[in-house]
Structures are given as C-alpha cells and as structure tokens.
C-alpha cells in the first residue's frame, strides 16, 4: 500500500513564505518522478513543478524565481519532495496537491498516486 501525505499548508500574508512538503511511503521500488500541482478556487489544475529521480526539475514558467522544488532521498529512493513558495500573492491561494510516479515493485508498472492535497491560502 502507497501513501502521498501533503503538510505545511497553512494561512500566510502576501509577500510571505511557505515550505510545503510530501512524503510517499510504503511498498515503494522506485519513484521516477513527484510533481506539485494547485487548483484554486474555480480554477483548473495546473501543473507548479516536478522534480524527477535524477534530480532535473522543471517549473511552469509563471511560478519561475518564486517557487523551488528540491527532494530527499531515504534508502536509495527519492521519497520526500519539498516545495518552497516565496513573494506569495493571493493568487497563489489553492490546494497544493503532490503527485508521485512510482512503481511497487520488479515487473509492476509506474502508476501515479495523489496526496489529498494541503490547502494555501493568501491573504491579509
């Protein structure tokens, strides 16, 4: 059994910082990828950033210079992923959900599996 579990989430003013982080636990092999999205208010969900096992990283290029992603690794497997968000407005208010690409085991697939999200909200 797999588990994404989110935290840091939390109530910041614009202008502020936040660390968000993921952790995937469980019967894991490997984990190719972990991704953050957001989807805010009556909004669809975007992709933030991904970081993969080899460590490349990638940004939507409107998030660029404000956000980072950085991941550690436990035994070998890139497991917790973290995701530092600075100069925050209040269009950053979302739920930040952490996606992980990852298969169980020798001759198992990679399969995605979600966090249930941790909720930012910017305001004053």
């Known amino acids: 059994q797999v588990q994404v579990v989110e935290s840091g989430g939390g109530l910041v003013q614009p202008g502020g910082s936040l660390r968000l982080s993921c952790v995937a636990s469980g019967t894991i092999l490997n984990i190719a990828r972990m991704r953050w999205y957001r989807q805010g208010p009556g909004m669809e969900r975007e992709l933030v950033a991904l970081?993969?096992?080899?460590?490349?990283?990638?940004?939507?290029d409107s998030l660029k210079g404000r956000f980072t992603i950085s991941a550690i690794s436990r035994d070998n497997v890139m497991n917790t992923v973290f995701l530092q968000m600075s100069s925050l407005t209040p269009e950053d208010t979302a739920v930040y959900l952490c996606?992980?690409?990852?298969?169980?085991?020798?001759?198992?697939?990679?399969?995605?599996?979600w966090g249930q999200g941790t909720q930012v909200t910017v305001s004053s």
């Open positions: 996606n992980a690409r990852l298969r169980i085991g020798i001759g198992s697939s990679y399969e995605d599996y």
């Open positions: 970081i993969t096992s080899g460590g490349y990283t990638e940004y939507t």
